[in-house]
């Protein structure tokens, strides 16, 4: 008789674990069956998929899949965290971002979860001597206050400083960021900055308020402007080293230096890939600060990408920040920015801020995120991905570094093509809805009424391009709005379908979610001729497109189509086109739109 260990869970465990080549076995025999007659790793390989920046993650991790030591939280490299107890004591830093004078957000936002405020003044912001209103009321050895104020930086600063000792709070007192990156605002603009009041006024800090900084590494004008996860990395790093060259050699010590940054990242829906970020970026600066001697934690704060922020079905952005926020708080950042879900459509309302706040508010409150130092820790997939971009983005601020630094690259236009080129696979991928958007690529509801708000400050421009995800299907979309102000109807194409429900519904909801994402409405009811549409689609299986397509096609020409698409691949008399998964859909909604002469 078999002794088993009394572990409380015995069901099955007289049997032995399965290993790593039975399970690429099973693999084998799924891709035969799809045609594909490859053995061994090559059965698990064709299961991977190939990310940016050449990442490529596996159908399966297992304990195999070794990644260097991450350390302990608090402990270089600091890849669990920045300090032993992580976010333990009461959840990350909310940080409310604020761009203009509306009437109690600031008090609103401190008084229902936020914990910090960041506030952008000058140029794209609330006007610098509006400071003073827009903290009125505010407690500021309680709140601290992180700036951004591009050029207009040391006014600005002058402007807290001021009202600080006005209210008076201590020198020591005194917390958050006074936002100077020269380097970030001549990526937004183009115009470069002398660095001289920015050391000025880190030495300032230094030497007078001990829980203020003076620098901010932004590395978000890199991600707005389509660049990938290891590229924003790499950006920030020869930024922070670019900073720390000019402020030792202003006469700060190195240690005074390193203490003077934050760096800025952006989340993004992609949970693994942003928890993999924050914590290759602790990595990475902890190997910078180490060579510079100077060893200490990275401080972070992370903003929900604007780039993900979809202006069609924006309530949809409430997901995508959630998932957004949720990795990083699980990749430890310090403090986080939700931006609300109609930022991508201006000034956000009341309804908005509030949602933005609580999201954090569930994350940390309810949902228990922070109770845990380290989520991710342990995760063999984690740590790979981890190790991946760590190993890409080193390479690609070695490239920088090479090349001249930060300045030198932004200055010759090699950063600009380095990011176009990312962004313009990336836009493949978003035409062929390989990388869909809910709501926009996928699934749109033309009949939802736009969600209208008062226009935001036009921030600082000039330099790197700003990107969204959206843009390609918002611009089609724009002309299909355009032609309903001035017809009273959208451009329509006729879904004609053929044989039993059974046959032709996948292939008449595909081309239905097509169409809708180019403003183009799709009709399914009664004739051709009672359409109102010029274009039609064939809808149905293989099998009854080999009998009937030719037929159907002539019918449609008949009837007075202009244009007919087949809903699949093949080669039949009388079709124009097809439309499949993985087709340029943009390509194909733009000239159906032009066709249609909508313009």
């Known amino acids: 008789m078999t002794v088993l260990p009394d572990d409380g869970l015995t069901l099955a465990a007289e049997f032995p674990d399965a290993t790593h080549e039975q399970w690429q076995r099973l693999v084998e025999g799924v891709l035969r069956k799809s045609g594909k007659e490859v053995s061994g790793a090559a059965a698990e390989d064709a299961l991977s998929t190939t990310l940016e920046d050449g990442l490529r993650t596996r159908p399966l991790y297992t304990a195999r899949d070794a990644a260097p030591d991450p350390g302990l939280p608090g402990f270089a490299p600091y890849v669990r965290g920045g300090r032993p107890e992580g976010n333990t004591a009461g959840g990350w830093d909310v940080r409310q971002r604020h761009t203009a004078l509306t009437e109690n957000a600031v008090l609103a936002d401190l008084e229902n979860g936020g914990t910090s405020?960041?506030?952008?003044?000058?140029?794209?912001?609330?006007?610098?001597?509006?400071?003073?209103?827009?903290?009125?009321?505010?407690?500021?050895?309680?709140?601290p206050v992180v700036l951004d104020a591009g050029r207009d930086t040391g006014q600005a600063a002058d402007a807290l400083l001021r009202l600080c000792a006005e209210k008076g709070v201590a020198a020591e007192a005194v917390r958050g960021n006074l936002g100077g990156d020269p380097l970030g605002y001549e990526a937004?603009?183009?115009?470069?900055?002398?660095?001289?009041?920015?050391?000025?006024?880190?030495?300032?800090?230094?030497?007078?308020y001990p829980g203020l900084r003076a620098l901010t590494v932004d590395a978000l004008p890199?991600?707005?402007?389509?660049g990938s996860a290891a590229q924003e990395l790499g950006a920030s790093l020869a930024t922070g080293v670019a900073y720390l060259r000019e402020l030792t050699e202003a006469g700060l010590g190195v240690e005074q230096a390193a203490g003077q940054l934050e760096f800025r990242y952006a989340a993004t829906a992609d949970q693994f890939l942003t928890v993999a970020k924050l914590r290759a970026a602790r990595r990475l600066w902890a190997r910078v600060a180490e060579v510079c001697g100077a060893p200490g934690a990275q401080v972070q704060h992370v903003v929900t990408s604007p780039v993900m922020m979809a202006r069609r079905d924006p309530w949809v952005n409430m997901l995508r920040t959630t998932v957004a926020t949720l990795a990083a708080g699980v990749g430890g950042a310090d403090s986080v920015t939700v931006l609300p879900f109609d930022h991508a459509l201006g000034l956000p309302d009341a309804f908005a801020r509030r949602i933005a706040r609580n999201t954090s508010t569930i994350l940390i409150e309810e949902s228990h995120l922070a109770r845990v130092i380290d989520p991710a820790g342990g995760s063999w997939y984690v740590e790979q991905l981890t190790d991946q971009l760590a190993q890409a983005a080193w390479e690609f601020f070695r490239t920088v570094e090479r090349d001249g630094g930060q300045a030198a690259v932004l200055r010759s236009g090699r950063l600009r093509t380095d990011l176009a080129t990312t962004w313009a696979e990336r836009s493949k991928k978003l035409a062929k809805r390989r990388e869909p958007i809910t709501g926009v690529s996928e699934f749109p509801l033309l009949a939802e009424k736009p969600v209208e708000r008062?226009?935001?400050?036009?921030?600082?421009s000039g330099g790197l391009p700003r990107v969204r995800r959206d843009e390609a299907y918002e611009e089609l979309r724009a002309r299909s709005d355009a032609h309903l102000a001035a017809t009273g109807a959208r451009p329509r194409v006729f879904l004609a379908t053929i044989g039993p429900a059974a046959a032709y519904t996948a292939r008449a909801t595909f081309a239905a979610n097509l169409f809708q994402a180019g403003g183009i409405e799709p009709v399914t009811e009664g004739a051709f001729e009672d359409?109102?549409?010029?274009?039609?689609?064939?809808?149905?299986?293989?099998?009854?497109?080999?009998?009937?397509a030719e037929q159907a096609a002539e019918s449609l020409r008949a009837a007075g189509a202009r244009h007919v698409f087949l809903a699949g691949r093949g080669e039949y008399a009388g079709i124009d086109s097809y439309v499949f998964a993985g087709c340029d859909a943009i390509d194909v909604l733009s000239a159906t739109l032009d066709r249609m002469g909508v313009s």
């Open 188 to 208: 937004r603009t183009g115009t470069p900055l002398d660095f001289a009041p920015y050391a000025a006024l880190a030495a300032r800090c230094a030497e007078q």
């Open 531 to 548: 359409s109102c549409a010029t274009e039609a689609v064939l809808c149905s299986s293989d099998a009854l497109y080999a009998e009937r």
């Open 222 to 226: 890199y991600h707005e402007a389509g």
């Open 117 to 143: 405020l960041w506030l952008v003044l000058g140029e794209g912001g609330i006007p610098v001597d509006g400071l003073g209103r827009a903290l009125e009321g505010v407690y500021l050895d309680l709140a």
């Open 454 to 460: 008062e226009p935001a400050p036009e921030p600082p």
